[in-house]
């Protein structure tokens, strides 16, 4: 069987050199490499820490999500800081879809929508629970028990 050597997310975007500017600022991203045809960005790779993404203009049968709907891919973050890292997000332009807050199954955080209609779940660990223990919590959610 051949191996999968990785798996790397690629947001499509209405306005490439906009997005790559919003993720430098918001997220801390470097731009590894850039390509353009046509005055749009057919390939873009970006690094944040050791993380990879991609991203590219719309076009070429990709379109970009339109802000204000929900797009089909949600990109999860793991951060060491839900609030510092959602503030910076809004700063560079990003809009709140749910608030920071504390959850049941162990962790902080909330969800924003970048400038180009893509939802970023931005979450850190409070503590480590077990997958048993994670489910009796939302099941307490469920039942009103929490």
């Known amino acids: 069987m051949t191996e999968i050597l990785q798996l ?3 947001l499509v975007v209405a306005d490439g050199a906009a997005a790559l500017a919003f993720y430098t600022a918001a997220l801390g991203a470097v731009v590894e490499e ?13 690094t944040v820490g050791s993380l990879r993404f991609e991203l590219k203009d719309a076009g070429d049968g990709d379109p970009a999500p339109t802000p204000g709907q929900h797009p089909p891919v949600l990109m999860s973050l793991d951060v060491s800081d839900a609030d510092a890292v959602t503030e910076r997000l809004l700063a560079a332009g990003a809009t709140v879809v749910y608030p920071v807050s504390d959850h049941e199954y162990g962790s902080r955080g909330g969800r924003v929508a970048d400038p180009f209609g893509h939802h970023w779940m931005v979450s850190a660990a409070l503590e480590t ?3 048993d223990e994670v489910q009796a919590r939302l099941d307490g959610v469920r039942q009103g028990q929490v």
């Open 8 to 10: 790397t997310p690629k």
């Open 34 to 46: 850039s390509y353009t045809m046509d005055g749009r960005i057919v390939h873009a790779t970006l």
């Open 129 to 131: 629970l077990t997958p």
